[in-house]
């Protein structure tokens, strides 16, 4: 157990839903960070959030969205769901804004049927 | 815009044998890692490399950094079973955490 919490594990759900995927840092860390693994992108850093504000953002589509909120957890939405979404979803937490060691979770597969 | 490019992208070993995984990248950075993922399972990290030259071991893996060549290399030493899965190589480029993956490398080691 890494310490990052992710849920849920496995979602499943047809397209133009809408998700929410959730992830509980490491105790201490204040940065969350998300990661979108598909098959023909790789691994994609998708945004960052540094105790409550938004860090850095990567390739991250208009349609997802995410936020971190006081109690340091994080979420992210996606909408309009396409089957391309179909995805593995980490979040990974660091305990600085900035730092040299991350801690991922262990992802949440999302199926767009 | 930062690229990572790792080689080969698959490997197919036989046990006892030594190989090393190439990572290059295209800008400067501060930053350079090696993580381990096992087929469904989350990223473990290997490594964090910080500054030019920099080499760090941990049982038959060793890893080093050279900044100059925007080069980082993944040596496989005695290949055992155990060390089957993909490596990837990320990079954080300087003021910037938008941290960058190569396309990982699938390592197979057979009897």
């Known amino acids: 157990d890494s310490g990052v919490t992710q849920t849920p594990k496995h979602l499943i759900t047809a397209t133009g839903q809408r998700v929410t995927l959730r992830c509980s840092p490491r105790?201490?860390?204040?940065?969350v960070y998300w990661y979108q693994q598909s098959l023909d992108q790789g691994l994609q850093f998708l945004i960052q959030?540094?105790?409550?504000?938004?860090?850095a953002k990567g390739n991250i589509l208009e349609r997802f969205s995410a936020q971190q909120f006081p109690d340091l957890h994080s979420e992210l939405n996606l909408s309009s769901l396409e089957l391309g979404d179909s995805a593995l979803y980490f979040c990974a937490s660091s305990p600085t804004d900035r730092h040299y060691g991350y801690t991922f979770g262990s992802g949440t597969r999302l199926t767009v049927v | 815009e930062l690229k990572v490019e790792q080689n080969p992208l698959f490997l197919s070993m036989q046990e006892g044998k030594n190989y090393t995984i190439y990572c290059n990248y295209s800008?400067?950075?501060?930053?350079l890692y090696w993580y381990r993922q096992d087929p469904g399972k989350s990223l473990e990290s290997l490594f964090v490399?910080?500054?030019?030259?920099a080499v760090k071991q941990e049982g038959r893996l060793m890893a080093s950094l050279d900044t100059k060549a925007r080069l980082s290399t993944l040596h496989i030493t005695a290949a055992v079973h155990d060390l089957s899965a993909t490596y990837f190589c990320?990079?954080?480029?300087?003021?910037?955490?938008?941290?960058?993956f190569g396309a990982g490398t699938r390592l197979t080691v057979k009897p």
């Open positions: 800008t400067t950075s501060d930053r």
């Open positions: 105790s201490g860390d204040l940065s």
């Open positions: 490399l910080l500054s030019n030259g």
């Open positions: 990320a990079v954080a480029p300087y003021n910037n955490n938008d941290m960058r």
């Open positions: 959030y540094y105790n409550g504000e938004e860090r």
